[in-house]
Nanobody
Framework: QVQLVESGGGLVQAGGSLRLSCAAS????????LGWFRQAPGKEREFVSV????????WYADSVKGRFTISRDNARNTMYLQMNSLKPEDTAVYYC?????????????????WGQGTQVTVSS
């Protein structure tokens, strides 16, 4: 059974950067797509980004496009989210998730395994 563990969250000033990591257990890491989501207090969870199994294809929410970069290192069983030019509205708990069923319509992508989340707080 795959387990996902996020790390790298913290407190940063607006305009700063953070890199989140998502470490996965198991030997099948290179066979599945992975995504990042976030949830701010009082708001619904929202999609941030997804990366294909090879790392060759990536997709982003419009709100983070040009500022965030998703990547993965299959040799290290780890996915990353490099977050630059952070804004107070990026404050949220960030989760990584394994894709169960992919769709070109990102709203229809299904996820079956989630990490516990890591808090990102951006001060103004």
């Amino acid at each position: 059974q795959v387990q996902l563990v996020e790390s790298g969250g913290g407190l940063v000033q607006a305009g700063g950067s953070l890199r989140l990591s998502c470490a996965a257990s198991g030997r099948t890491f290179s066979t599945y797509d992975l995504g990042w989501f976030r949830q701010a207090p009082g708001k619904e969870r929202e999609f941030v980004s997804v990366v294909s199994w090879s790392g060759g294809s990536t997709w982003y929410a419009d709100s983070v496009k040009g500022r965030f970069t998703i990547s993965r290192d299959n040799a290290r069983n780890t996915m990353y989210l490099q977050m630059n030019s952070l804004k107070p509205e990026d404050t949220a708990v960030y989760y990584c998730a394994r894709v169960q069923s992919f769709s070109s319509d990102l709203r229809k992508v299904q996820y079956d395994t989630w990490g516990q989340g890591t808090q990102v707080t951006v001060s103004s």
